[in-house]
């Protein structure tokens, strides 16, 4: 009987390990600190491991070579009475043809049919302008850019000539001058020429305020061509920019000094417009056939700086006229000597 206990425990032992052997194994899953479970990140990249690669994921936006252009600023309108001189093929979209010009202002002495189109642009650019004043200032030369478009003077010893930044004197002109007498000038200034004209009002206006107590004195008058260039080049090479220097100094050809009609009587501390000189004089030069050549307010038109100092011969009907008019000389020119000539 023990015998056969035995056999039957062993044969049951048997039975049970071929039970085991034809059962499949469980899945082991690694829970090893260095393998990362699924949909964990590892903090640098917070996408989810079963999204698509990159190389597949849509992207939200456009590519750059078919992403639309920011809309550009729209060009900023000049203030109100104040000419813009860009040149108007920087300005390729705006819609001129549209611009009628009415009948009344195509009659106009200063009205050239020659410039329609201009006049048509400039009126488009500055919708806030008159006709009238933007047919003006198209004339004067505004519509363009200074230096752009230069006209060479014809009859450079005329009285009334009109020298700037659109008209030049030509390049070998030189003016009759005579010497202005030594009592006349500022305290260590030089010899100074001016044409006859000039030379004689100048000194008849310095004799009358001189009875008033004032000393209206010369500091600067004739200046050469050559001389003009350098002055120009030598301020550009001082480390200042050309419109910084535009708006102070002429080009050469094109500086009013020039012509021998032209005196500076800025005193030697520059506080001339302070002065009861320039009081004085602001309201009685034109008696004397002189204007302050660049005023207060149409730097614009003038393309420099105001310039009390700055004196210009004309004669005295006419330079009474424009001191009344209380136009700049470039808008009295335009319009009633131009279009005469």
Known sequence: MGLKKIYISLLAVILALSVVSCTPAAQVVDVSPTTPSPNVTDGLDNQDNSQPEPSNTPVSTPEPENTPLPTPKPTEKPKKNE?????????????????????????????????????????ALNPDYDFDKAILYVNIGLDKPYYNDIRE??????????????????????????????????????????RKEAKEAFEKMHNDAKKLG???????????????????????????????VDRLNSRGGHSEHHTGLAVDVIKNDYTMESSKEFEWYKTNAHKYGFIIRYPKGKENITGYSYEPWHLRYLGPELATAVYESGLSYEEYYAIYIEPFI
């Open 214 to 244: 004032l000393n209206i004195t010369v500091y600067g008058t004739y200046r050469s061509i050559q001389t003009q260039h350098d002055i120009w080049n030598r301020k550009v090479k001082s480390g200042r920019t050309v419109e910084d």
């Open 83 to 123: 000419p813009d001189s860009s040149p108007v093929s920087d300005f390729p979209d705006v819609e001129w043809e549209s611009i009628v010009i009415p009948e009344e202002f195509l009659n106009l002495s200063y009205y050239y049919s020659a410039k329609h189109e201009r006049y048509q642009r400039y009126k």
């Open 153 to 194: 003077i014809k009859e450079p010893d005329r009285l009334d000539v009109l020298v700037n930044k659109y008209n030049k004197l030509p390049d070998n002109y030189k003016p009759q001058l005579e010497e202005i007498p030594s009592s006349l000038l500022a305290p260590g200034v030089g010899k100074q020429y001016l």
